[in-house]
């Protein structure tokens, strides 16, 4: 059974930083590229970043580029999402996400399963 749980989320101040974890089962993260999207209240869900299993490639949205950092253990089944630098904007719920075909990695229609997501809120 696929499933992808993210945790890590949290209240954290502007200039601040938070780890998100997205722990996966049922399949290989060998195999699999995984993407983070956000979703802020009355916003379109929107690709954050990707890792692609192939060759570790990563790809980031301009908003976050230079902030966040994506990574992942194979051997703990886990990708992560490092953000620095927080700002009220990134404010959303943040989801992890199985790409299965495709190769635009900021097209939702990429990916096959989601975890339940992970609230991240940036204020003072």
């Known amino acids: 059974q696929v499933q992808l749980v993210e945790s890590g989320g949290g209240l954290v101040h502007p200039g601040g930083s938070l780890r998100l974890s997205c722990v996966v089962s049922g399949f290989s993260l060998r195999w699999y590229a995984i993407g983070w999207f956000r979703q802020a209240p009355g916003k379109e869900r929107e690709g954050v970043s990707c890792?692609?299993?192939?060759?570790?490639?990563?790809y980031y949205a301009d908003s976050v580029k230079g902030r966040f950092t994506i990574s992942r253990d194979n051997a703990k089944n886990t990708v992560y999402l490092q953000m620095d630098s927080l700002r009220p904007e990134d404010s959303a719920v943040y989801f992890c996400a199985r790409m299965a075909r495709g190769t635009t990695w900021w097209n939702q229609d990429s990916y096959d399963y989601w975890g339940q997501g992970t609230q991240v809120t940036v204020s003072s």
């Open positions: 890792m692609s299993s192939v060759d570790g490639k990563t």
